[in-house]
């Protein structure tokens, strides 16, 4: 059994960081890939952001490129996300997963596991 705990959520003003980790449990972290969703009040969850299983290859919404970074430490069971700029339309609920192909990252149903998320709160 595989368990993502995310932290590193909080309330920041507009313009603000914040740094979001995951942390994986198992011995097998390293052979996957690893996504990160948001899901705002009364929408959708979507797609952020995701990182192959060595770091090779990273991939963003549109919506965040420029303005989050997402890395991992395989030797630390963890995947990050470095929030920069942030704005009131990134306010959600954040959460980890394991992609389950290495392929598919955009799209949810890639992956198996998932946090049960950190809250982003960013004021105007």
């Known amino acids: 059994q595989v368990q993502l705990v995310e932290s590193g959520g909080g309330l920041v003003q507009a313009g603000g960081s914040l740094r979001l980790s995951c942390a994986a449990s198992?011995?097998?972290?390293?052979?996957?890939?690893m996504g990160w969703f948001r899901q705002a009040p009364g929408k959708e969850r979507v797609f952020v952001a995701a990182i192959s299983w060595n770091s090779g290859s990273t991939y963003y919404a549109d919506s965040v490129k420029g303005r989050f970074t997402v890395s991992r430490d395989n030797a630390k069971n963890t995947v990050y996300l470095q929030m920069n700029s942030l704005k009131p339309e990134d306010t959600a609920v954040y959460s980890c997963a394991r992609n389950i192909y290495n392929g598919g990252f955009y799209r949810s149903g890639t992956y198996d596991y998932w946090g049960q998320g950190t809250q982003v709160t960013v004021s105007s």
């Open positions: 198992g011995r097998t972290f390293s052979s996957y890939g």
